[in-house]
């Protein structure tokens, strides 16, 4: 939860007790690897001197990482697998019908996706992992000295199966993940926007294939995202490919030309595309069929604005789902290689009126915030500096029946949040509810921590099933959790505040997930019997129980021969041990008793109206 204070207070760390910890930007196009000297944050070279690492794995007999992969996209497309970020924690069918098109030997599987290579089948976080392992390298030996840990970056909007997916990466590459951090906010901690008291920040991402615009409300020292908003499919690839297009157009080069013409026009533009955000006008040089030409500042700006429009949209809605408006921005921050360009900073300084920050190297900037934040969590920092997460570290659920957990609010959400759910009674006549609010990833109760308990009474005694009851979990930008429950006809409530995060250690954190991680198996095949099993207990007590008030009145003798047949056989089942089974015959018995449950439902609802008018339950 928030407010996890990182360093003992009062133990500020000796200069020669300094640990290593590095930031990284796991980038869809470019990845890169930060580190605190001195105390100040900078990205690290390679042995060439080149700070960014395309993020491209060619797989042969040892995985090469880099330029040197890129060098063989041409002649091994196959085997050199480049944007793997965007298929993390995706299935396959996911991503396909996000149309992302990429042009790899999938292998077919409902599963992670995997990737037939050169070097074999190799998953996402495999790939990843091969990246985040150079970087370690590269950081090791620069700094002369193993990594204690690292911050890793990632999208705000990724969910917490593509959050899993980049941690196991780091643990496969052996590195220790201090923590995972959004990119915006990085972003904004590398312009120590964290230092003010409070603020609503736009932080502007354009980077080689992806367009991202986050707002980032800044309280109390918590960073909270306001609003997410962008175009998976917008980057710096577009502009190549739209200068390419036009130098065709030029020089006369057919639309059908060969693959490796396209590669190298879209070479020649690239090139000429970053010229263009330092000098006037940029030479083109198209050797294979020997045309020289020239593009300038004016036939740029128009090719290129339209693109950038499409830019602005997503910047409008962001701005729109977060109920706010252009002049509610404090601090515009551009991150992204795209975002070099000028034209691309004087748009957006006109959409937000202001200007925006571009003093840190935009692909830098997310890497150098990682850094920083890394830094502290590793302790090098004297005890003032604290810091705040923005994320929960682990699920909080709720126990339901057979001692199984219900997740209510997902780990790695940002805070503040409040999410609800609706629970109903499990027996006839039940007046009170137990709530227990317990935190972790796995599925039973026993294997999570519990952190509070506490009862709704006075719940209007109806047919088990025909109440509604709404729990609501809500953590604070303080790290809090307040859980309250609502029965929704009468409106009795009930309500406790908890800190979940008390006393529980990052490294309590780390057990709890591997854990989980170790018994997911079992855990789910546990589950799904035991909830069987209590589903089979719901049903037949509440099945006695209406039989015994209602059989008779209800039932002709027919009827309740065949229910009693389909009783029995779930009685023999629901003590065993197939699930399957238990599902079927429990599924069976529904559909036997479907006409008497609808009797008597209709009933009880008759017989709680009495001496009410519907008014007065259609006013709650
Ligand atoms: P990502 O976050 O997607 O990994 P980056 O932030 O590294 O990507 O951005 C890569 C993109 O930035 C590429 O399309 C590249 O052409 C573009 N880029 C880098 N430098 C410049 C520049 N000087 N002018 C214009 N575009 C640039
Ligand atoms: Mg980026």
Request: negative net charge.
């Amino acid at each position: 939860m928030a407010l996890l204070q990182i360093s003992e207070p009062g133990q500020s760390t000796a200069p020669h007790q300094h640990r290593l910890a590095a930031g990284i930007d796991l980038g869809t196009t470019n990845s890169l690897v930060a580190t605190v000297r001195s105390g100040i944050a900078d990205t690290l070279p390679d042995a060439d001197g080149y700070h960014l690492l395309p993020s491209i794995v060619h797989y042969a007999d040892e995985p090469l990482v880099g330029y040197a992969a890129q060098k063989l996209a041409n002649s091994d497309p196959l085997n050199t697998i480049a944007s793997v970020k965007r298929l993390m924690g995706r299935g396959l069918a996911d991503i396909k019908t996000t149309g992302t098109r990429l042009p790899y030997d999938f292998v077919e599987t409902d599963a992670m996706p995997m990737i037939n290579t050169a070097a074999g089948k190799l998953s996402p976080v495999q790939i990843s992992a091969d990246i985040l392992q150079n970087l370690k390298q590269r950081a090791e030996k620069s700094l002369d000295g193993d990594l204690t840990g690292v911050v890793i970056t990632v999208p705000a909007y990724f969910d917490d199966a593509q959050r899993q997916a980049t941690k196991d990466a780091a643990t496969l590459a052996g590195l220790k993940v201090l923590r995972l951090l959004n990119e915006p906010t990085a972003a904004a901690v590398a312009y120590g926007l964290d230092k003010n008291a409070e603020g609503i920040h736009a932080i502007y991402d354009l980077g080689g294939g992806t367009f991202d615009i986050s707002i980032l409300r800044l309280q109390k020292g918590v960073f909270e995202v306001m609003a997410t908003a962008g175009d998976s499919a917008l980057g710096g690839d577009d502009f190549d490919r739209l200068i390419a297009e036009w130098i065709m157009q030029q020089a006369g080069i057919a639309e059908d030309a060969e693959h490796q013409h396209i590669r190298q026009l879209l070479e020649i533009a690239r090139t000429a595309k970053e010229t263009l955000s330092t000098e006037d006008s940029a030479l083109l040089n198209v050797k294979f069929i020997g045309w020289q030409g020239e593009l300038n500042q004016q036939q740029f700006k128009q090719l290129i604005d339209p693109l950038i429009q499409k830019t602005i949209m997503p910047c409008r809605r962001a701005l729109r789902d977060a109920g706010l408006t252009v002049g509610d921005i404090n601090d515009v921050v551009m991150v992204g290689g795209s975002t070099r360009m000028p034209r691309v900073r004087e748009k957006v300084s006109d959409f937000f009126k202001c200007e925006p920050h571009v003093d840190i190297d935009p692909d830098k900037v997310v890497a150098i915030g990682a850094a920083i934040q890394a830094d502290i969590l590793a302790g090098n920092k004297p005890d003032d500096e604290m810091l705040l997460l923005d994320v929960t570290p682990l699920s909080l659920g709720i126990e339901t029946m057979g001692g199984l957990v219900e997740k209510i609010i997902p780990r790695n959400t940002t805070i503040p949040v409040a999410k609800a759910q609706e629970f109903t009674t499990f027996k006839d006549g039940q007046t009170a509810m137990a709530v227990h609010v317990v935190q972790g990833e796995r599925e039973l109760v026993t294997d999570c921590r519990s952190l509070a308990r506490f009862e709704l009474r006075g719940i209007p005694a109806m047919v088990a099933g025909s109440t509604r009851i709404v729990v609501t979990y809500q953590v604070d930008a303080d790290g809090l959790l307040s859980v309250s429950a609502t029965e929704t006809i009468t409106g009795i409530h009930s309500e406790i505040t908890v800190k979940p995060s008390y006393g529980l250690e990052d490294q309590e954190i780390e057990r709890m997930l591997k854990d989980s991680l170790e018994h997911a198996k079992d855990d789910v095949a546990t589950r799904t019997l035991r909830e069987q099993q209590v589903e089979a207990d719901r049903v037949i007590n509440a099945l006695r129980a209406a039989l015994k008030i209602d059989g008779d009145r209800l039932l002709k003798q027919d009827e309740f021969l065949t229910i009693n047949t389909a009783l029995d056989q779930l009685l023999k089942l629901k003590d065993g041990t197939n699930a399957q089974a238990i599902k079927r015959s429990i599924e069976k018995l529904d559909e036997v008793t479907k006409e008497f449950a609808a009797r008597r439902m209709d009933a009880s609802i008759s017989k709680a109206m009495k001496g009410h008018t519907v008014n007065e339950f259609m006013e709650n």
